[in-house]
């Protein structure tokens, strides 16, 4: 098997970025309008990032025969300004995304496939000076296929592969570089979402990814023009401009108007009826604008932090100390305590599957699959395009009287 190499050299700094290519074609106004907002970091996407590092370590530990590599439970790690405790549900998350890449590699069946791990990625076919990382990249000659793989570590959003506009990015870069070298016709989208148990995929033949390629370059393209239409949707949910962004505030103002002016959930003075009695339709059509509503008031609020934060003045606000949970300052100090007053201070619960399965394999011990089971989360309220089956209800439906809403 190839060692991973640099697919290409790419510059430092990029204008359009693959992970916002499904703003900036649905919204090319939204690119010049984020100009000078700087991205908000997040401690989701600083755990993100770790465990993107970690799973790249894993990976490759296995590829080069290397052995297991995982950082210790209980080992303190910084990214992004934000310090991180592993604990066995990073662990798992690991153990999870790498195990994909494993079976992927069962699966391909090929010793000459090029992989390639966190890979820079020259974009220019679709922006000049645009680039991307992309997290595992296989190249087969004998399978006349190219896989790009995504790490997803989010639990909010279900990210699908199909028409996955960022790992399509990806492609592009792949294809430019490998269709001089090798006969590829084939091309598969993989995301590795663990948290959400999402291991979605997705085939594109040439012709449609060159289909594509023409869709991105012309998004790109109307990005520069200095009229670039402003457009607010589900796109809107990582926008840097979204505080300020005039046509998001039509938008959740028209909602809000729309919602609490209707005279069926609002009288002059109080509310007429509860959310308990309003007909089925107007709760779909409420569930459906809240997101949009509720978005735009906590960017709102964000940008309210930010200029605190930088001096100015909210009228009315101020900002405070935050609390986190408590942390002991010298941990050594802690057991020596403890020893000299027999206290245990430890809390010894058993692996989770995925960390016993990790023991087996190193053991060569067969894995008690009989003894595992998954059970159902809570259920969560989503559109009927999700891929996810439907379940039934968890109690009989209550039928308001005929004269509800008469």
Known sequence: MKKDKPIAEAPKHARLSPSASERWLACPGSVQASGDVPDASSEYAAEGTMLHHFTYLRVKGEFNSKGVILPAIGSKHEFDGYTFTIDQEHIDCINEAAERIFQLRREIDDPDAEWY?????????????????????????LRRTVWTYDYKFGRGVRVDACENSQLICYTLGVWDWTRFLYDIDRFVFGVIQPRLDNYDTHEMLLPDLEVWHAKLKSGASETHNPKAKLAAGDHCKFCPAKPR???????????????????????????????????????????????????????IELEAKRRLEGGLDVPGYKLVAGQKKRQWTDEEAVKRWAKE???????????SPAGVEEICKRTKIPFPAALVTRPA????LVAVTDKRPSIGPVFDAITPPADQFM
């Open 341 to 351: 007053n027999a206290i245990t201070p430890y809390d010894i619960k058993l692996l």
């Open 245 to 299: 962004c005039p046509a998001i505030e039509e938008k959740a103002l028209a909602v809000a108007r729309d919602v609490f002016s209707d005279p069926i959930v609002y009288g002059d003075e109080a509310p007429l009826v509860t959310a308990r009695d309003l007909p089925e339709t107007r709760i779909a059509e409420i569930v459906k604008l809240a997101p949009m509503v509720r978005e735009w008031l906590d960017s």
């Open 377 to 380: 989360g809570s259920p969560s």
């Open 117 to 141: 791990f966190e890979t820079r990625l020259n974009l220019s076919c679709i922006e000049p000076g645009m680039f991307g990382t992309g997290d595992v990249i296989v190249v087969s000659q």
